[in-house]
């Protein structure tokens, strides 16, 4: 059946920096190439075109106006109208089938400049480098999944701060097509969907900045306007749940340990640490119930359990998981009528069965009806909702639950809603639609492609002696990772580690692990298999925690609201916050010296300088406060 799709692209051109002299920006269409170009201050940008296309017609409607006709490879006729008002460029895309769409072409500098980056939100962010053949960017660039990309957008930009942004407002069939054109390249792609596209927006922003740091903050907060606009961007301030407050995870490490939470909780306490969340407070493991909770309340710890709306297995494995509910029924169903798998757990028979999505329709369902009888029961004060903001969006062709991705979108952002309403919510990784609906982000701090070894997932709690060359090229590594999700919405969702990477994952890199936690505002992560194996480590974890407190205190749940590189080794990097507070974290094994607001500071190796949050009175504020 043949259907239409229309895509509508803005292209919002604009220079901000004043410091720099701007001229006009101008948009036009080369003949002899057959492509798009635009043109800032003293550069020019043109379109390089995917192989298999082909322009057949083009022609000006008037001087603002151009209409392209081009074929693809499948020879899927796609007409684009590109209208240039107001420093917008607007486009309308038509296609005669309901096909993938890979358009607009990516955007390259008419002149090389060896210096360009693409900037990717995998996970917190990543900047690789354009023109390093050997150095392929992650390319699993799925939208909605927190293992795809974290944010709907991307962008180029080089150590002169020049470049430019994207994100589409239409991102629930969106992905990102990696490619190399003489260069790494990007480009925009909008999947089939379960019946027309419809309208499909995206957005370009070109400027010319004073650094890179400088041009990923400019994308980030042109991004995070539009979230605000939209109404996604909900500040943890306006999400006080029923059983405790947001600010009550500031600061707190969230512990996963496989032993009797109240014995964990006074281990704790008797090293000093006074504030934790025990996130695996669960009573099919330990005896749990309401005098046990308030007991570890009064320690002033937090307590809470794992729960998932996704994973179902069928009943004959009751006894090893208990998500069995909604089996088979409530299953996600292809338009072929099959399911789409899940895990494979063993009976205690051991046969092996491989479980099946749960559509988030049904989910919705479970939670509103399970959640609250529980609470009242076990009064827990945080979940930890499994892969929900993780997985890619699904279209549901069951007849009793049917639904398309937007539709998956909206069910899962119910699930979590309703979950935060009641308590401290967490989901896995972090996508920009589940910002409105969490507290923090369970694994958004690691960098995904580049884990330490295969099975982290598996075996969360082991404690690894040698890791993966690229976990410390990229994961604990300071020259390619950025925050880039943090620019946009740390007030929003508080980040920590993956359980399976925590802070203690690989002991060696533990201090580079709480650095990046205090440059970042976030969640220390710990995990172990039992208390006798958290023992072992009594001294580190004391040391960790006092090391990352006073920092964490002061950022709490403010917005980041820069980032900068202080040196040409990129071992000085420093981050700044809406209500004051400052970081310089050194990542490097000698201690550097710079002037801040007038007054020389130095940092030692492996440490910080904090910058305390207002009101202080200003005197106090640089104060050499060394950790």
Known sequence: MKTTILMVVTLLIATTCVAKNTSAISFGYSDRDGLIYVKVQNETWIQKRIIGTEIVEKGWLNKNTLLLVFVDQNKNRIEAKWQFKKGELHCEVHCSENVSVSYPWPFIRAETNETDHLLIPVAEGMLYPAHDASLKPYDWLKGNAGYGISLPLFGTVNDAGSGYGF????PDYFEIKVAWINQWTLTPTWVPAENEFGVRKCRYLFFQKESHAQAVVTIAKWYRQWLKEKGYLVPLTKKKAKSARPEELVARPHIW?????????????ELGIDRALLANVDPKYWT????ILNQIHEMGFLTGRYDNYEDRWPKELSEVTEWTEGYPE?????KYGNTVPAWIMTAPNGKQYTGAK????????????DLTPELKKLP??????????????????NPNHSHDRTGDRQDRMAILDYSRHQVLTGSEKMTWWGIPVCHYSMGILSLNPYPPADDIGANPSKILDEVKEDYLRFDVGYQYRIPLFELVAHDCVLPTWYWGDGNNKHPATWREKDLFTILYGGIPMWCFSSLEVMANYADSLKSSYNFVKPALEQIGMAEMVSFEVLNKSGTLQQTRWGNGAAVIVNFGAKTDSLAVNGVMISVPPKSYHLVSATPLPWWKQWLDVIF
């Open 167 to 170: 994100y589409t407002e239409d």
């Open 257 to 269: 340990v496989w032993s009797d939470p109240l014995q964990v909780a006074g281990f704790l306490k």
């Open 288 to 291: 749990v119930n309401r005098d």
């Open 330 to 334: 409530g299953l996600v169903l292809t």
């Open 358 to 369: 749960l559509c988030s329709s049904y989910g919705k369902d479970l939670i509103e009806k």
């Open 380 to 397: 827990m004060k945080t979940r930890f909702i499994d892969t929900m903001t993780a997985t890619e969006l699904r279209e549901c062709f």
